[in-house]
């Protein structure tokens, strides 16, 4: 995203710099002008491809997106930090930072991702500098299914809470999140899906934020959903999916 931005940024300065040369040439020949006028004309249309590239790229990959996600999913952290793979983490840590410091390292991961307040409550408790995200789902949310465009949500239960279909509507710059919007009018909290390029396949867990209001969904440490971001894990996961997963989230955050 950050290379595409700066190309589209590339142009749109090119085009600008050819304005501004036109405006100060008032006493040069028409021929000049004219000139000068085609090559803003063309610089535009460039710059106009090059957006429509991007976004029909960013397109092709949200489809992508929701076919990879194609499963139900629960929870990530009350698996993976399950008492069984406590030792795991410890050797994942310790590889990177040295057995001495690894128990700590592994508090302090946990910690980060098992906050329990979100929005203005969390925003009030952090601001001291110290923080935690909280990553479970909420809206009364047990499990998660993807199913093409369909994205439904199941409570403890089983009772069907939210399902709705989705199409993308853009990017998310924060985070590089897909953002999807829901084809129902009253979708209330599920209006909006704000989703990571994560899958199964790839990072063995995914990671979302879901809301009504998409400005406040660009947020993460201010607004209605400050210090949220949903992590899911399949209900099928395998005891590989764990392992993967564990030793990428000690490496993504350990490593120097």
Not at 215 to 235: C, F, P, Q, R, T
């Amino acid at each position: 995203m950050k290379q595409r931005k700066l190309l589209t940024s590339l142009f749109l300065a090119a085009a600008l710099s050819i304005s501004l040369l036109t405006g100060c040439g008032n006493t040069g020949s028409s021929t000049s002008e004219t000139k000068q006028t085609e090559n803003s004309a063309t610089e535009e249309q460039t710059t106009s491809v090059q957006k429509e590239s991007e976004t029909d790229e960013n397109q092709d990959a949200a489809d992508q997106l929701l076919c990879d996600l194609k499963g139900t999913y629960q929870e990530l952290w009350p698996v993976i930090l399950a008492d069984e793979y406590d030792q795991l983490w410890l050797d994942d840590s310790a590889a990177i930072v040295g057995e001495d410091n690894a128990q700590a390292a592994v508090e302090k991961m946990s910690s980060m991702v098992t906050g329990t307040v979100t929005g203005e409550e969390a925003v009030e408790t952090y601001k001291d500098g110290n923080m935690a995200y909280d990553c479970e789902f909420l809206q009364n949310i047990d499990q998660f299914t993807f199913d093409g465009t369909t994205i439904s949500g199941v409570d403890e239960e089983g009772n069907d809470v939210f399902s709705h279909s989705y199409h993308y509507v853009g990017m998310e710059e924060t985070r590089g999140l897909y953002i999807y919007e829901s084809d129902d009018a009253d979708s209330g909290e599920f209006t909006y899906f704000c989703i990571a390029p994560d899958t199964m396949k790839t990072t063995w867990h995914i990671e979302f934020r879901y809301g009504s209001d998409l400005d406040a969904l660009e947020k993460y440490d201010a607004g209605e959903y400050a210090y949220w971001l949903a992590a899911g894990i399949s209900v099928d996961y395998t005891k590989a999916d764990v392992e993967n997963c564990i030793q990428l989230f000690c490496k993504e955050n350990l490593s120097e």
